[in-house]
């Protein structure tokens, strides 16, 4: 049954935060969100989002420079094509369209949730069937201060929402930095899993010296604590310690991932669907990483409910991700996007079970914080 598409369109949400997030290098008070939206010839709508945490620094693109190249080049690609054949229209655009993997991961999002509406089955069906009904996920916070820091868990915790958190690092003196963790981490011995996420602002001087008072004060996992090109660090720093390390700007694609495996350059992966461009790219590296024995996460870019509610139906149907998740953007939002809630519950979010992704957009809510 062929699913043309018929029309794509692209709109700019400025949605605030429940509180700043802070980032090795900014803070933001705000998440943008591009939101795609795919019509077929028959009147199904599937929508995608396209978002990068806080701006171009992380990958490169923007949620400007997504619009652009989505509306210019991917839209023309994609209208008159078959949503049921999302792999043959997602290799059109790799050939005439190179990089870019957070706008084709919108554009191809949208499409897979068309086809999925179309059959009214939920999204999980068309992408291999679910292996778990849902996820565990962590609760992100930023590089702030430690009090405030063990505030914010400590309300988590005593509500039961979250088991787990990460904070951010690198964006104040190393010593310093270690210091506010591992006050943190002392507040919350044998009350929470506590990890940390770098975004590769150390070098590996400064990781091998740090890193280890980190791993004594009992933290589960550290998240690229250099840059993702340096791989020979990675690798290092993975031997020496005991403590997981985890890639997630050092693996983007299944080769990167073959390479950090090869390597054994990190002990688990982080996969997010918006950094490897869409479902199929995604699902190759689990499979790699997976081949290789390396578990996987589930990362976040801090995505709306449309890009959350796509890593959860292509997580939930990969056997390698075993290392829960980080799901929390919609948690993060000051208000919601959607109609009826996400479903999070006891500490996880779990799988909807309507047609598509699951998920209705709240039409007022889209246009009060459209971007004009």
């Known amino acids: 049954m062929t699913v043309r598409i018929e029309s794509v369109e692209t709109l700019v949400l400025d949605v605030p935060l429940r509180r700043p997030h802070r980032f090795s290098v900014l803070t933001i008070d705000h998440q943008s969100l591009l939101l795609v939206r795919v019509r077929t010839a028959d009147g199904v709508v599937g929508t995608g989002e396209g978002v990068v945490p806080g701006g171009p620094w992380w990958g490169g693109e923007s949620i400007e420079t997504m619009a652009i190249v989505v509306d210019r080049y991917l839209a023309p690609l994609a209208v008159g094509g078959d949503a049921s054949r999302p792999a043959g229209l997602r290799a059109r655009m790799d050939r005439l369209v190179a990089g870019n993997p957070f706008a084709k991961a919108a554009v191809e999002t949208a499409i897979w949730d068309a086809w999925a509406r179309t059959r009214g089955v939920p999204l999980h069906e068309l992408l291999g069937g679910r292996v778990r009904d849902s996820l565990p996920v962590t609760w992100a916070l930023g590089a702030d201060e430690p009090d405030a820091v063990i505030d914010e868990i400590s309300a988590k915790l005593e509500a039961g929402d979250h088991r787990s958190f ?126 290789a024995g390396l578990p996987c996460h589930g990362g976040t870019s801090i995505e709306g409910p449309v890009g959350t509610l796509a890593g959860l139906h292509l997580f939930c149907s990969l056997p390698a991700v075993t290392w829960g998740s980080e799901l929390f953007g919609p948690l993060l939002l000051a208000e919601p996007l959607t109609g009826e809630p996400l479903d999070y519950r006891d500490g996880e979010l779990h799988l909807p079970s309507g047609p598509g992704l699951g998920v209705e957009l709240d039409e007022a809510a889209v246009h009060r914080f459209r971007r004009a």
């Open 166 to 291: 990460k904070l951010k690092m690198g964006a104040a003196d190393p010593a310093d930095d270690v210091a506010r963790v591992e006050k943190v981490a002392r507040s919350l011995s044998g009350r929470a899993s506590l990890r940390v996420d770098l975004n590769g602002a150390w070098d590996e001087v400064t990781a091998a010296r740090h890193l280890p008072r980190l791993e004594e004060a009992g933290l589960d996992l550290v998240e690229q604590p250099v840059p993702g090109h340096d791989l020979g660090a990675m690798e290092r720093l993975a031997a020496r310690l005991a403590v997981p390390v985890m890639a997630d700007e050092s693996v983007r694609t299944e080769h990167e991932a073959f390479e950090v495996a090869r390597r054994r350059a990190a002990d688990v992966v982080s996969l997010k669907v918006s950094k490897s461009g869409g479902f199929g790219v995604t699902a190759r590296v689990a499979a790699v990483a997976g081949a």
